[in-house]
């Protein structure tokens, strides 16, 4: 266990929707990383936050959003969804060493 | 731009052999870091090795070693006396300002 915590597993939903995906960071870890894993393919890298702050941004579309709340638990927004947008969805959080990442076990989300 | 490549789409090795995974990769900058992740079946991210650019030397991790040669922005994973529990998919990162860059992935068997 990773000790990062991502809900909900798997969440199903119809295109033109909006979702919402939740990540709790690992105990006293400030930075939280959000990454989109399409079908066999590797991770892209979204965005960053930390401690509240947006950090680095990567190809995040603009129908996604995200934000890191004052607890450090970080929410990424998901609008206008396309069948293109179903993947894996994964967290990270990374405290000290920010190079070491620690993964929570992603979110499905499949877009019908 | 900064990119990870991962030539090799698929491999395979017999139990308790050698193989060795490839991975190069694109930056400017002189000080960044290196990382083997495996992520099974169960699809959650493991962190497999990592490496300190500025470091020499190579990081060993049990059966994982790298063969890391900086000027040729070349980081390969070799996993010695391979077991059935290493079958997974392996994704080569790069680290640098705050934003993580996944490769393709290889995804390895290991038969009996």
């Known amino acids: 266990d990773s000790g990062v915590t991502q809900t909900p597993k798997h969440l199903i939903t119809a295109t033109g929707q909006r979702v919402t995906l939740r990540c709790s960071p690992r105990?006293?870890?400030?930075?939280v990383y959000w990454y989109q894993q399409s079908l066999d393919q590797g991770l892209q890298f979204l965005i960053q936050y930390y401690n509240g702050e947006e950090r680095a941004k990567g190809n995040i579309l603009e129908r996604f959003s995200a934000q890191q709340f004052p607890d450090l638990h970080s929410e990424l927004n998901l609008s206008s969804l396309e069948l293109g947008d179903s993947a894996l969805y994964f967290c990270?959080?990374?405290?000290?060493?920010?190079?070491?990442?620690?993964f929570g076990a992603g979110t499905r989300l499949s877009v019908l | 731009a900064q990119t990870v490549t991962q030539s090799q789409p698929e491999m395979s090795v017999q139990e308790a052999e050698t193989v060795t995974l490839s991975c190069t990769y694109d930056t400017s900058e002189s000080n960044y870091y290196l990382f083997w992740y495996k992520q099974p079946p169960s699809r959650q991210m493991i962190l497999v090795i990592r490496?300190?650019?500025?470091?020499?030397q190579n990081a060993t991790e049990n059966r994982f070693s790298v063969n890391f040669q900086k000027a040729a922005k070349s980081f390969s994973l070799k996993i010695s006396d391979s077991q059935l529990g290493d079958t997974a998919m392996y994704f080569c990162?790069?680290?640098?300002?705050?934003?993580?860059?996944f490769g393709s992935g290889t995804k390895l068997n290991v038969k009996p």
């Open positions: 990270a959080s990374s405290g000290r060493a920010r190079d070491i990442q620690y």
């Open positions: 105990s006293g870890d400030l930075s």
């Open positions: 990162a790069h680290y640098n300002f705050n934003k993580f860059y």
């Open positions: 490496q300190e650019a500025y470091k020499q």
